[in-house]
Structures are given as structure tokens and as C-alpha cells.
């Protein structure tokens, strides 16, 4: 079992930037796919960006591309997400979230971070 926390969230203003992290605990983190979801207010939950358990393969959402990365250190457990160039409408809450490989079917999830961004 995989336990995820998130932190970094915040509020910035437009055009700014933010870095989430996700941290993990258990011994089998490096066999899991993590993504990034958000969910704004009356909004359904979306995927934003994943990264495979090697941390060769990623996927972003167009919504996203070109403004987020995200990178992962097995050594250490963790995801990160680094948000350049933030809109308003990027304002939501965050999860990061653990698939094992393969799957495509995201099991364990974070309690979630506040991102705020204001114009």
C-alpha cells in the first residue's frame, strides 16, 4: 500500500509560479505510475500530468503542456509538479494520485492542495 501527501499549494498571483510536491510512503513506490489531478468548484476531477514508474514516460493534458512538468525521485519517494505561467482558471484542488504500472487505474490518492491563482 502507497500513502501520498501533497504540499506546495498556495496563492500566487497570475502568471506565477508554484511546485507541488507528493510524497509517498511504502516500499513499493517505484512501481506505480503518479499522476496529478485537479478538480475545480462544480468542475469534474481532471488528469493534468503523469509519469511512469521509471520517470521516462510522461503525459500532459493540453490545458497544461508547455507550463507544467513533472518529475519524480524514487531515491526519495517523491513527485514533484512545477506550474510556470499560472491562469486564473488553474485554480482548483490538486491530488496526486498512484496507479500501479500498467493499469491505468489510479488506487491511492492524497487528501489534496488548495492552488489559488488571482488575476
Known amino acids: 500500500q502507497v500513502q501520498l501527501v501533497e504540499s506546495g499549494g498556495g496563492l500566487v498571483q497570475a502568471g506565477g509560479s508554484l511546485r507541488l510536491s507528493c510524497a509517498a510512503s511504502?516500499?513499493?513506490?517505484?512501481?506505480?505510475?503518479i499522476g496529478w489531478f485537479r478538480q475545480a468548484p462544480g468542475k469534474e476531477r481532471e488528469l493534468l500530468t503523469a509519469?511512469?514508474?521509471?520517470?521516462?514516460?510522461?503525459y500532459h493534458a493540453d490545458s497544461v503542456k508547455g507550463r507544467f512538468t513533472i518529475s519524480r525521485d524514487n531515491a526519495k519517494s517523491t513527485v514533484s509538479l512545477q506550474m510556470n505561467s499560472l491562469k486564473p482558471e488553474d485554480t482548483a484542488v490538486y491530488y496526486c494520485a498512484g496507479a500501479v504500472s500498467g493499469t491505468g487505474q489510479y488506487i491511492y490518492w492524497g487528501q489534496g492542495t488548495q492552488v489559488t491563482v488571482s488575476s
Open positions: 509519469i511512469d514508474w521509471s520517470g521516462g514516460s510522461t
Open positions: 511504502g516500499r513499493t513506490f517505484n512501481r506505480y505510475t
